[in-house]
T-cell receptor, first 112, second 115 residues
Framework: DQQVKQNSPSLSVQEGRISILNCDYT??????FLWYKKYPAEGPTFLIS?????DKNEDGRFTVFLNKSAKHLSLHIVPSQPGDSAVYFC???????????FGAGTQVVVTP | DTGVSQDPRHKITKRGQNVTFRCDPI?????LYWYRQTLGQGPEFLTY????????KSRLLSDRFSAERPKGSFSTLEIQRTEQGDSAMYLC?????????????FGPGTRLTVL
């Protein structure tokens, strides 16, 4: 069963604008969430994470928001740059698990 | 380069052959994970090690798959009697042993094509 869902397979955004990527989860046991970025023929690269005790975490141009009641998180990229064009994966886990459950990914294309 | 490395990067084999992949984790990391990614999907957990102990195996890991981490450093993933459905990207990740909150760092992956 798919416990982590990214319902938008693709997103196109203009350079300099905001990219908003969404992720929903079904397992209420999840208490740690991560976003990874993946270029073709490379492994996923860690971007940013958030613990369930927080509702927001920022790192430079990247901000992750967590809404536990809605079981929803989002990644904001501001401003978007051409190098941000990649597939973005949302992942979730529990403090005792370790293994990550991934969504199917969102392909982001940043246009000039 | 102190990141996670995987070898080979690409492997093409014929159905029925055996293949083995290697992963070298970040040196101070005790935990090592294997994932499989197919086209259009996110990575799926296969198995993980803490030091040399294999602590969990996914139901995706059929009896044709075996993984080892003999000295708690590098790991190997072997697939026996490969099938076309085994074609995928096999990813390795490592982290420290403090638990699920630690970020997993991924290697570049091994792309397997079974003809």
């Amino acid at each position: 069963d798919q416990q982590v869902k990214q319902n938008s397979p693709s997103l196109s955004v203009q350079e300099g604008r905001i990219s908003i990527l969404n992720c929903d989860y079904t397992n209420s046991m999840f208490d740690y969430f991560l976003w990874y970025k993946k270029y073709p023929a490379e492994g996923p690269t860690f971007l940013i994470s958030i613990s369930s005790i927080k509702d927001k975490n920022e790192d430079g141009r990247f901000t992750v928001f967590l809404n536990k009641s809605a079981k929803h998180l989002s990644l904001h990229i501001v401003p978007s740059q051409p190098g941000d064009s990649a597939v973005y994966f949302c992942a979730a886990t529990t403090f005792s698990w370790g293994k990550l459950q991934f969504g199917a990914g969102t392909q982001v294309v940043v246009t000039p | 380069d102190t990141g996670v490395s995987q070898d080979p990067r690409h492997k093409i084999t014929k159905r029925g052959q055996n293949v083995t992949f290697r992963c070298d984790p970040i040196s101070e990391h005790n935990r090592l994970y294997w994932y499989r990614q197919t086209l259009g999907q996110g990575p799926e957990f296969l198995t993980y090690f803490q030091n040399e102990a294999q602590l969990e195996k996914s139901r995706l890991l059929s009896d044709r798959f075996s993984a080892e981490r003999p000295k708690g450093s590098f790991s190997t993933l072997e697939i026996q009697r490969t099938e076309q459905g085994d074609s995928a990207m096999y990813l390795c990740a490592s982290t420290s042993e403090r638990g699920g909150t630690d970020t997993q760092y991924f290697g570049p992956g091994t792309r397997l094509t079974v003809l």
